[in-house]
């Protein structure tokens, strides 16, 4: 399938159109090509996505044909794609290097070590302090001599979310953790919920995993908490989603997720904040989770609390590809 594409050129008149366009005249099941490579492609209608208090619907896109791949020096090309991100400025060979032809390895270990840097003063954020500007394409520079690598696995999971499935990318890009190959099952979470509770499950292990993990969904609120030995911190909670399908105990098992912020890295959280007032709440975020079960025997409800802590802007990126007017904003 690779990557989500959002214009292509319709068969018939041999002009490009829009996702949204080919949306709006019911062309789903009709002939379109790849603007770059000519490739065929096939057009999905919007779907719907139904969380706990509303249903949204998702963009539609244009992805390749079952089978087909997209020409070597096409933008699309999922392995190209990854090239480009290898060859960016500092050779990071050490976190990033080709296995074989059309496969490369990453090292999550380093992504680790590259976490665990304290980051510098003022560094954490992409927002302008003040709310001024246009927060979502502002950039700041992640300092300290790891944070080349986080950036590097930044652009990792951007590629990433713009993909349907897991599938998508593991046969051109390998996880490694130490000695140990890592599943993108086993790595990449969301937005279907049946994922968070496979991460809740592998992370409540007695041999709990020590690699980073990558979450993605929608913030559907943030809000202030207060530390018990002083300070606070931003908790920005990720919609939770509507299930019906119980245990065999009668429970609803239902994930809540949450990205969690000090509120010293005041840049990133300024960074959170003014894209959420600006309805662009889709987040991927990458770091260290902590799962917890706690059920209420009065709803016959378990919920599955995992949080993530992040405190660089390499670790976050948000992005929309919801229709904004079904959010109920």
């Known amino acids: ?28 099941g009709k002939n379109f ?33 079952k089978g087909i791949e997209h020409g070597p020096g096409c933008r699309y090309n999922t392995f190209g794609q990854i090239e480009i991100i290898a060859r960016q400025p500092l050779a990071l ?11 490369m ?20 954020g992409t927002a302008d302090p003040k709310g001024k500007g246009d927060a979502q394409n502002k950039k700041y520079k992640n300092s300290g001599s790891m944070a080349p690598y986080l950036s590097r696995m930044k652009d990792i999971m951007v590629l990433r979310s713009r993909m349907e499935e897991n599938k998508d990318i593991k046969k051109y890009l390998k996880l490694e953790y130490g000695k140990k190959t890592i599943s993108w099952d086993k790595f990449y979470f969301g937005p279907e919920y049946k994922g ?51 245990d065999t105990e009668g429970y609803h098992h239902i994930p809540s997720v949450s990205l969690n912020i000090d509120a010293e890295h005041e840049r990133l959280v300024n960074y959170m904040k003014d894209n ?9 975020a990458y770091g260290d989770p902590y799962a917890e079960v706690k059920p209420s025997e009065a709803q016959k409800i378990k919920y599955h609390n995992i949080s993530i802590w992040i405190n660089r802007t390499a670790q976050v990126h948000l992005f929309n590809d919801v229709f904004t007017q079904l959010l109920g904003e």
Do not use: W
């Open 196 to 246: 968070f509770l496979e991460l809740s499950k592998y992370f409540r292990n007695k041999q709990a995993p020590k690699h980073p993990v990558c979450v993605e969904g929608i913030i559907k609120e943030y809000k202030k908490v207060q530390k018990k030995r002083g300070g606070y911190f931003y908790s920005f909670l990720l919609e939770k989603p509507f299930i019906e399908d119980t």
């Open 33 to 65: 090509t790849c603007p770059y490579c000519s490739k065929g492609l096939i057009f999905r209608k919007s779907g719907k996505r139904k969380l706990e208090n509303r249903t949204i619907d998702i963009s539609p896109y244009f992805y390749l044909e």
């Open 105 to 124: 390895a990453i090292r999550l270990q380093v992504v680790k070590k590259a976490m665990a840097e304290p980051p510098e003063d003022g560094e954490g």
């Open 1 to 28: 399938m690779g990557v989500k594409i959002e214009i292509a050129i319709y068969s018939e008149t041999g002009k490009p159109m829009s996702n949204l366009k080919a949306n709006e005249q019911e062309l789903n």
């Open 93 to 103: 060979t050490d976190f990033m290097e080709k296995k074989k032809e059309n496969q």
């Open 276 to 284: 959420y007032q600006k309805h662009v709440k889709q987040v991927v």
